[in-house]
């Protein structure tokens, strides 16, 4: 009989044995979901508050990578007409986003005007320029703006200063820039006497200060408009991105850095 106990016990020994090493047997690890990579075209001017709000979005999407092609709306224009990899892209002005749309590159429904600007007038902060009409005298001797034909902000420029009746007065002395960022730079450091930007890259200098607004009826609206591109291969993902940067969070974001948000 305790032969049969002894032979009982050491069983359930061994029932309660593996039963153990079933609780404790780890299982299998889940496979993360891959990430995501979404490149997005913006116009040169975004670049501070672009980076801000990725930031942001980055830490409520850690599944979302996103890559910014930064550059003048004319140059991004003609990378996606080319066939460049673009999701979705930002213009500075309604021309060339006209333009891809014309082409049949953009997805219509996703097409929106997300902010505003003003165009002013800077000057190194030790400057003697208080307005548009020092632009004429000899002491100015060097004006920056973008290139008109493929920078918006060059081509609100000219139209502004046509308007003022100056643009014809001032050819000898206007250097051409890539971008906006670089008429900023070409300011900051002293190249030139004065630039025309947005009030959004003025703001992230502490090198220059604002002169003077350019009238607003001395050129066409400022807008920014954005789109998913119609090749794009993460469309869901990028139409969200797109909801992310018209909703109050990016708006404040893009408020900060001296745009002017849209609400439809």
């Not at 034909?149 to 643009?167: D, F, R």
């Not at 890259?201 to 609206?221: C, F, G, N, R």
């Amino acid at each position: 009989m305790k032969k049969f106990l002894s032979i009982t016990a050491l069983i359930l020994l061994v029932i309660v044995a593996l039963s153990g090493c079933g609780g404790t047997k780890e299982k299998p690890a889940q496979p993360q979901a891959e990430a995501v990579k979404l490149n997005i075209a913006a116009a040169a001017s975004l670049k501070d508050a672009a980076e801000e709000i990725k930031t942001i979005y980055s830490k409520q999407n850690q599944n979302i990578n996103i890559t910014y092609i930064f550059n003048a709306s004319g140059p991004l224009q003609q990378q996606i007409e080319q066939g460049a990899p673009v999701d979705m892209f930002i213009s500075a002005a309604k021309k060339q986003m006209d333009a891809l749309d014309e082409k049949g590159l953009i997805l219509k429904e996703t097409r929106k005007d997300l902010l505003g600007n003003d165009l002013v007038l800077i000057a190194p902060k030790d400057t003697k320029i208080t307005g548009f009409e020092d632009l004429i005298k000899p002491e100015t001797d060097r004006v920056s703006i973008g290139t008109p034909e493929s920078v918006p902000a060059g081509s609100y420029a000219k139209e502004a200063l046509t308007k003022m009746q100056i643009w014809d007065k001032i050819q000898t002395k206007l250097v051409p820039a890539k971008d906006v960022r670089q008429v900023l730079h070409y300011v900051e450091t002293g190249n030139v006497a004065a630039g025309m930007v947005y009030k959004s890259d003025a703001l992230t200098s502490q090198e220059v200060k604002i002169v003077a607004y350019a009238p607003s009826d001395s050129h066409k609206p400022i807008v920014y408009p954005m789109a998913v591109l119609s090749n794009s291969k993460q469309q869901k993902e990028t139409e969200k991105f797109a909801d992310f940067l018209s909703g109050e969070e990016a708006s404040k974001v893009f408020e900060k850095y001296g745009f002017k948000t849209i609400k439809k």
